[in-house]
């Protein structure tokens, strides 16, 4: 669709009514904010290139304005030469990509959200204990990866459905312990939870929730607009858990139509033409720009009122680590 397509051409310049419902809170969250300004703090400190192990966070935009800015993306540590500073993303490492890192006498700075931390935390304090750990999370997903690798192999059993649990051969029933991922769907993660204690009764879980604050705090701004709205576009990349969540949550609340949007560009007009009302979120890792860019899309093609659902105040921030803290 181009622009010309737009409902208001069709041979008069009065543009349909639509009411969008923008969610607050939606897009970055405190995790993602400092991971960027972890690689663009490296950069001003070392100068390019600044190599960065994995995206960042999962957002081609941001992505490809680092780059621009002298970051260089790799998949693998073994891809960064020695001499190079190197930064791991968001969404954590398994313990033997510092260990390599360290081996190699490389300078590199951890990215990993505090609050992924916290459940590689949790997982230590549990196989300490001598607990056999049950991750509910995305098989491939970094994070998961990442949370996994805090341990030798077969300490950490994953489980991505309710299904998933009748299948589960723990070493010792009596003896378990569940983490979760941070970006997963707090409905969905509580059947998962209620499956796994029916069959374990004596599993531990987490003292506070492992999904984080951002996660739950987005998936309930789409919650309370769903009532309201005829379609849903979240900004934000495939790859992004929390995104995909974020649509999943909104076809779950019974919003007819819940899509992922990477930008305006992706917007599907002829599949929203009619509509009278349309919420809009943004998953963690989605810049406000790309935000600003899907308005401005609608406002050439509708006379928009603009209804903010405002679910909590978010307020958290987390520091960079001291070495970049420290200027050269
Ligand atoms: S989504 Fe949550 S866990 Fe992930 S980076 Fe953001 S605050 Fe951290």
């Known amino acids: 669709m181009t622009l010309t397509d737009a409902p208001a051409a069709a041979g008069t310049d009065e ?21 960027i300004q972890i690689v663009e703090l490296a950069l001003e400190k070392w100068g ?38 190197v930064i791991f993303s968001a969404h954590g490492v398994p313990k033997a990509v510092p260990a390599e890192a360290a081996r190699r006498e490389m300078i590199y700075v951890d990215a990993t959200c505090p609050l992924v931390s916290k459940v590689h935390i949790e997982a230590e304090r549990h196989a300490a204990r001598g607990r ?21 192999e077969g300490d950490v059993l994953l489980v991505e459905t309710a299904a998933d649990v009748a299948a589960l051969t723990p070493r010792d029933p ?14 969905d993660t509580a059947d998962v939870v ?17 999904i984080c604050y951002a996660t739950t705090n987005r998936q309930e701004a789409v919650k ?16 992004s858990s929390n995104s995909q969540r974020l649509v999943e949550v909104g076809r779950a609340a019974g919003c007819p139509y819940a899509m992922l949007v990477q930008s305006a560009a992706d917007i599907d007009w002829r599949a929203i033409e009619g509509v009278r009302s349309v919420g809009i979120t943004a998953g963690a890792s989605a810049p406000e720009v790309l935000v600003e860019d899907v308005l401005s899309a609608f406002a050439a093609r509708y006379d928009v009122a603009i209804e903010k659902v405002q679910t909590a105040e978010e307020n958290v921030v987390f520091k960079v680590p001291r070495a970049l ?4």
């Open 224 to 239: 309370a607009m769903a009532p309201e709205i005829d379609a849903l576009l979240v900004v934000g990349a495939p790859n």
């Open 15 to 35: 543009k349909p009514p639509l009411t969008l419902y923008l969610a607050d809170p939606r897009g970055f969250c405190a995790g993602v904010e400092r991971a």
């Open 132 to 152: 056999q750990i049950v991750m509910i999370g995305h098989s491939g997903h970094p994070e998961t990866i990442g949370t996994m690798g805090q341990l030798p």
């Open 194 to 210: 209620a499956a796994l204690t029916a069959r374990f009764p004596a599993i531990v879980g987490p003292l506070k929730e492992d």
């Open 48 to 85: 390019a290139p600044v190599y960065v192990r994995h995206e960042i966070v999962h957002n081609r935009h941001v992505v490809e304005d680092l780059r621009t800015k002298g970051a260089v993306f790799v998949e693998e540590l073994s891809e960064v030469p020695d001499d190079k500073p």
């Open 325 to 328: 803290r420290e200027r050269v």
């Open 174 to 187: 009596e003896s378990l312990a569940y983490i979760t991922q941070t970006t997963l769907s707090v409905d």
